[in-house]
């Protein structure tokens, strides 16, 4: 069992920055990729932006303001977001594609979500 606790979401004016955390635990061999989604009222889940071994990859709407990266050793990554603006607000959501052991098929998990509102 693999679990995702996010943390840094909160309220923060057009312009500012915000970072977010995301650390799994339990059991998992190895990390195939991980990722940060969004899901704003009324609307589907999108991605915001994904890393693997090979690179980063980001949503038009972010490139150039928000950084994803992560912690290999601790099993956590991070979206650095900066210039922030008002259609950035939405409940983030970390993912982790893993495999558990090294004979098991990928797997994938998501964390609970945290809120990230842009307003003045």
């Known amino acids: 069992q693999v679990q995702l606790v996010e943390s840094g979401g909160g309220l923060v004016q057009p312009g500012g920055s915000l970072k977010l955390s995301c650390a799994a635990s339990?059991?998992?061999?190895?990390?195939?990729?991980m990722g940060w989604y969004r899901q704003a009222p009324g609307k589907e889940r999108e991605s915001v932006a994904l890393?693997?071994?090979?690179?980063?990859n980001y949503a038009e709407s972010v490139k150039g303001r928000f950084t994803i990266s992560r912690d290999n050793a601790k099993n956590t990554v991070y979206l650095q977001m900066n210039s922030l603006k008002p259609e950035d607000t939405a409940v983030y959501y970390c993912?982790?594609?893993?495999?558990?052991?090294?004979?098991?098929?990928?797997?994938?998990?998501w964390g609970q979500g945290t809120q990230v509102t842009v307003s003045s």
């Open positions: 339990g059991s998992i061999f190895s990390v195939n990729y």
């Open positions: 890393i693997t071994n090979g690179g980063t």
């Open positions: 993912y982790f594609n893993v495999r558990v052991t090294e004979w098991a098929i990928q797997s994938g998990y």
